[in-house]
């Protein structure tokens, strides 16, 4: 990757590494670039509700205009929103403020092509490369020739219909408490759900710019666990920021995460004849036991690397209809183009439903094993794969546990940590081990 973009768009921190100033370049040179092809390219641009967002919004929309383009705010919309949205209406590109599960100060840009999907690498590099010329050889059309900006949140009613449209059961008899984690889902999950009949109970729904994923969402459900056993629910759903993925609270109060939730709509498409090859994509991070509920169901798991692009760049070449990350980011391919949170929990709810049976009896399905991830902030990620005594460590941990759990070691994509993580019957185990592993990267990296 280049100098700009990660894993996940271009990250950083609002108005400090991502300023108004690169938000307007990114918006003149994505205007050039898909102008090649199309006289007033079109671009379908939606935030979460980060303070910094609409900042960073009119900044984007005045550099695409500044070279010709057509803006077209959504406001506050999740992520597959813009994707859904883009494609429907043949855009030029999609374009997305946010930093997901990061907190507020944080901000990022990502764009999807016309599609729907993630753009290509190739096209991201050809991007930065004109960002980052020397001089601006960018076109600056004039008189009527300069862009628009057009406001269309109403379109968000549409996504709704979508999604709604994509279950064919009703919720009614559930009651279910749902956490919007003050982000991007808190107008269009409540309404999702209570279309299709279920009572709902809504938390972290008053967004004020700040509050997003404050010790709410999909990354702190102990809120959401209290809340679900408090009203006696069934379920409990908690999104994260942008709401492109969602993690699950049976009704005792018990997590359930993506990975069971794969499983359980795995199970469903396979019993239904609709997954393709009974095969279900997942990263090298999920848990042993989804492994083995779908080796168990008669059916296969092809493994990617960490990340929804993996997971995706995997279902588009084998035509695959599900795959997703333990964090609870799923793809339906039938249905999405990007991992989607809200979609995600209808297929969920829709599976319950049918099933007749509890949300904690359906999450048996999977067994999982015990896990320990441990987030150790460095000063660089460079290098930590070459480091003798890193990789010592990791050698000793891996000969203790044997052949009954594993060790993982991985940079994030979007911070500046390296993860830690093991896998094995014994927690106590694994938290010494893992706690051996993290002190010497703190060391060496930090």
């Known amino acids: ?67 010709g383009g057509k803006a077209v705010l959504l406001g506050v919309v999740p992520t597959p929103a813009v994707a859904y ?72 009613k549409e996504y709704i219909d979508y999604v709604v449209s994509t279950v064919d059961c009703r919720f009614e008899g559930l009651k279910i408490v749902l956490d919007c984690a003050e982000g991007a889902a ?57 709401a492109d993925r969602c993690l699950a609270v049976d009704e005792t109060g018990t997590l359930v995460d993506g990975d069971q939730m794969m499983v359980i709509c795995a199970l469903k498409l396979m019993r239904q004849g609709r997954l393709k090859d009974n095969t279900l994509v997942a990263t090298v991070m ?40 333990q964090s609870g980011h799923i793809i339906f391919g039938d249905h999405s183009t990007t991992g989607d949170g809200v979609l995600t929990a209808l297929q969920l709810i829709s599976a319950l439903t049918e099933s007749g049976k509890k949300m904690s009896e359906l999450a048996k399905v999977m067994t999982r094993f015990p896990q320990m991830l441990v987030n150790i902030r460095v000063a660089t990620k460079d290098g930590w794969q070459d480091n003798a005594r890193i990789a010592g460590a990791i050698a000793d941990g891996e000969q203790e546990l044997g052949e009954d759990g594993r060790i993982l070691v991985r940079p994030s994509g979007t911070e500046p940590l390296i993860r830690v993580m093991a896998e094995g019957p014994v927690l106590p185990e694994l938290e010494r081990i893992v706690k051996q592993i993290a002190d010497v990267v703190k060391k060496e990296q930090g």
């Open 186 to 242: 808190y107008e269009v999950a409540p309404v999702a759900l209570k279309r299709l009949g279920a009572q709902v109970v809504v938390l972290h729904n008053k967004p004020n710019g700040t509050n997003i994923n404050a010790n709410c969402g999909s990354t702190h459900m102990e809120g959401l666990q209290q809340a679900v056993r408090e009203h006696q629910a069934d379920l409990g759903i908690a999104h994260d920021g942008d």
């Open 286 to 325: 999920s848990n042993i036991g989804l492994h083995q509920a779908i080796k168990k169901a008669g059916g296969k798991v092809l493994i990617t690397q960490v990340g929804d692009r993996y997971v995706l760049e995997a279902m588009r070449e084998q035509c695959y209809a599900l795959g997703g990350e």
């Open 1 to 67: 990757m280049g100098k700009l973009f990660g894993t996940d768009g271009v990250r950083g921190v609002a108005n400090t590494q991502l300023t108004a100033e690169l938000a307007f370049k990114l918006g003149r040179a994505a205007t050039t670039l898909f102008g090649q092809e199309h006289a007033e390219p079109v671009f379908y641009i939606g935030r979460d509700t980060r303070i910094s967002g609409q900042m960073l919004e009119a900044a984007l929309a005045a550099g695409i205009c500044s070279a």
């Open 85 to 156: 949205l883009t494609s429907k209406y043949s855009g030029q590109a999609g374009v997305v403020i946010s930093a997901s599960h990061n907190p507020y100060p944080d901000n990022g840009i990502k764009f999807f092509a016309g599609t729907g999907y993630k753009l290509p690498d190739a096209v991201e590099e050809k991007l930065e490369e004109l960002v980052l010329a020397e001089t601006d050889t960018m076109p600056r059309p004039t008189g009527e020739a300069i862009g628009t900006i057009l406001h269309h949140h109403d379109l968000i």
